[in-house]
């Protein structure tokens, strides 16, 4: 019998949840998940330390002596050879693109490898804070490695069109790494594939820099700027070769920012003394200020 004021409250509690009283659901999500709908709970996903191996990334500096700025020298040039792996991957793709007469697509890669060479030289500012005790009391732990035995940073030079043979020396106790090296020696560069770019597009280039010995350093020649000249004097007939002369222009002034920070830092660290490589140093690095990558990119611009 129903009672006369209404249903039984324990009927009713039967029949309908609380609204105010969250379900094991809604429990369970807000376990999972907070305000904002962030999920928490990464049991069974994949987390952003997962995607990015960031146990190995961070794992990987193992500083060799108890001084407290080995991890800063370490630090700066992991980070370093980390931005050189995305330079080498847009230089290679921007560089087959231009062979295909593509230049949208090697536009946005050259301008993606500028911007990267503005972090490179960023970094040296954090690095200059170390001060010439602090380094040399790290420098033992050096050995003999030094910048100068990157593979990476030699392969962007190559792609660039810096070609020495004698710098694949460096990398012959690593095979693996030696091939690599040399096979970006025996590539055509970017700007050998420039070149043969104007030529298609029926710009006069000679002969003799469309097909070479691509394992030599490019050499400016009289014929290169005079072709270079007539995309410049008529940029609205040839857009697309007067935009990949700035874009190359771009990248050799980021180039030579890099390579200025490099020796006003290293010069700043350790003055005059000879690098753990081997190197002359200092010396060596300013007489890489006075190599001109795109010689006629430059040139010609005192004759417009």
């Known amino acids: 019998m129903t009672p006369p004021d209404g249903p039984d409250p324990a ?43 960031l146990d190995a990334v961070l794992g990987a500096q193992h500083p060799l002596s108890d001084a407290h700025d080995e991890l800063l020298f370490i630090v700066q040039h992991q980070t370093s050879e980390l ?33 990267i060479m503005e972090q490179l030289v960023h970094a040296w500012d954090v690095l200059a804070t170390m001060t010439p005790p602090e380094y040399s009391a790290i420098r033992p732990a050096l050995g003999r490695s030094s910048g100068f035995q990157s593979w990476q940073y030699r392969c962007i030079e190559f792609a660039a069109g810096n070609k020495s043979a004698v710098m694949l020396q460096p990398h012959e106790h690593r095979p693996e790494l030696h091939a690599i090296v040399d096979a970006a020696l025996r590539r055509p560069s970017l700007y050998d594939e420039s070149l043969r770019a104007l030529a298609r597009r029926g710009v006069d280039v000679p002969a003799e820099r469309l097909e070479r010995d691509w394992t030599q350093p490019y050499e400016a020649h009289p014929g290169v700027e005079a072709a270079w000249l007539e995309v410049y004097r008529d940029p609205d007939r040839h857009w697309d070769l007067y935009q990949l002369g700035e874009e190359l222009a771009d990248l050799e002034d980021a180039f030579r920012l890099w390579r200025f920070r490099h020796v006003t830092t290293v010069e700043r660290v350790i003055g005059f003394r000879r690098g753990t490589g081997g190197t002359s140093g200092v010396g060596y690095l300013r007489a890489m200020l006075d190599v001109v990558l795109f010689p006629e990119i430059w040139s010609l611009r005192t004759s417009l």
């Open 11 to 53: 009927d009713r509690a039967s029949d309908a949840s609380d609204p105010s009283d969250p379900s094991d659901a809604d429990r369970e999500r807000d376990l999972r998940t907070d305000r904002d709908g962030a999920q928490l709970d990464f049991s069974a996903d994949m987390s952003y330390t997962d995607y990015l191996h």
């Open 83 to 115: 931005w050189m792996k995305l330079m080498l991957h847009e230089l290679s793709a921007a560089t087959d693109a231009i062979a295909v007469d593509e230049f949208h697509r090697a536009f946005k890669m050259l301008s993606r490898v500028s911007r």
